[in-house]
């Protein structure tokens, strides 16, 4: 049998794209599959953890023996993100969440406009970082940051912004790598530490992953 390193702990994870509503018929989003998010949910639970994972819309089936939340938009999500990480030792922030939102969702169908329309959009609340920002309960927290450039500093950064105690970063301008792909490459830092995984099927790598945050707890 596997080896069980979180045994006993509560592992909170999302996973997919968040879905904005336009108006009845309409939203934005983005690319995400959800797979690696879901890799993770099935390795957490793999080790022993007992597993919430909050799902944007993806075509996965659910994972063996993981609660599963489904949400559709940013605010959805973090409402449940913020109700399961006070629960949880660890939360892992793998859903691609639309940074905007439109400030008003309109009640029917837009109608066609003339050659340009303008859309209103407001930034959703930083799931993660409000997670990382809790005084008590507060969770072992995983990000994760695709980059196309600059990926140590950027993800750096995310991780001293956000308040992380880690973060997983990958180069999504490689070909065949990250969103929408079975495969991926990721670099994880700590303040005081990195290690760089080579590529690898999502699934693999998310045990490899989960292996590296049980080794950090306590
Ligand atoms: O800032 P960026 O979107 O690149 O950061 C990526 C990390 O932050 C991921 O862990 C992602 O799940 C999380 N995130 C979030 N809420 C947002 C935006 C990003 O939880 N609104």
């Known amino acids: 049998p596997a080896a069980q390193p979180l045994l006993g702990k509560v592992v909170t994870i999302t996973a997919g794209p968040t879905r904005e509503a336009l108006d009845p018929v309409r939203y934005i989003s983005n690319h995400s599959s959800g797979k690696m998010g879901y890799g993770l949910a099935q390795a957490a639970q793999k080790m022993g953890a007992t597993v919430n994972l909050i799902s944007g819309p993806v075509k996965l089936n659910a994972p063996s023996n993981v609660q599963v939340s489904y949400v559709n938009s940013a605010i959805e999500m973090r409402d449940e993100a913020i109700r399961l990480a006070i629960e949880s030792d660890i939360f892992i922030g793998c859903a691609a969440v639309a940074d905007y939102r439109a400030a008003d969702i309109a009640e029917q169908k837009i109608k066609k406009q003339g050659d340009e329309m303008t859309l209103t959009l407001v930034k959703n609340p930083d799931i993660i970082a409000e997670v990382a920002a809790l005084t008590k309960d507060r969770p072992y927290t995983v990000g994760f940051a695709a980059?196309?450039?600059?990926?140590?500093?950027?993800a750096r950064?995310?991780?001293k912004n956000k308040k992380l105690d880690m973060i997983c970063a990958n180069?999504?301008?490689?070909?065949g790598l990250g969103f929408n792909s079975d495969n991926n490459a990721l670099t994880l830092f700590w303040q005081d530490d990195q290690v760089s995984l080579?590529?690898?099927?999502k699934n693999e790598l998310a045990l490899t992953v989960v292996k590296a945050i049980a080794s950090k707890l306590d």
Request: hydrophobic fraction near 20%; glycine fraction near 4%.
């Open 171 to 175: 180069d999504v301008s490689q070909a």
């Open 198 to 201: 080579p590529t690898s099927n």
């Open 157 to 159: 950064g995310k991780l």
């Open 147 to 154: 980059e196309t450039q600059d990926v140590e500093q950027y």
